[in-house]
């Protein structure tokens, strides 16, 4: 059973920066792309970045293209997400996810491509 947990969520005025982590078990990680995804109040969960099982190549949202970056350490089995430049709008509960099949080179940005689900931290970015 793959299980994900993410951590280092938090409260930050614009402007500020936080790093996410998300630590997977129960399969080799290295061999399955990666996804972040957020939702905010009200709105349909949406992809904000992506990362290739090789980690060959990064996706991004447009909203978060040049402010965040999505890297993995596969020693550690953990993918992050750094967020710099934080806006009110980022604020969200952002999930982390794993890929359903192994050696994907789909792009991650669909939900349908992932078959396993983090609980969720929340990031609250105060004006």
């Known amino acids: 059973q793959v299980q994900l947990v993410e951590s280092g969520g938090g409260l930050v005025q614009a402007g500020g920066s936080l790093r996410l982590s998300c630590a997977a078990s129960?399969?080799?990680?290295?061999?399955?792309?990666m996804g972040w995804f957020r939702q905010a109040p009200g709105k349909e969960r949406e992809f904000a970045a992506g990362?290739?099982?090789?980690?060959?190549?990064?996706y991004y949202a447009d909203s978060v293209k040049g402010r965040f970056t999505i890297s993995r350490d596969d020693a550690k089995n953990t993918v992050y997400l750094q967020m710099n430049s934080l806006k009110p709008e980022d604020t969200a509960v952002y999930y982390c996810?794993?890929?359903?099949?192994?050696?994907?080179?789909?792009?991650?940005?669909?939900?349908?491509?992932?078959?396993?689900w983090g609980q969720g931290t929340q990031v609250t970015v105060s004006s």
């Open positions: 129960g399969r080799t990680f290295s061999r399955y792309g």
């Open positions: 990362i290739r099982w090789n980690g060959g190549r990064t």
């Open positions: 996810a794993a890929y359903r099949d192994p050696y994907s080179d789909h792009a991650p940005s669909r939900t349908s491509e992932y078959g396993y």
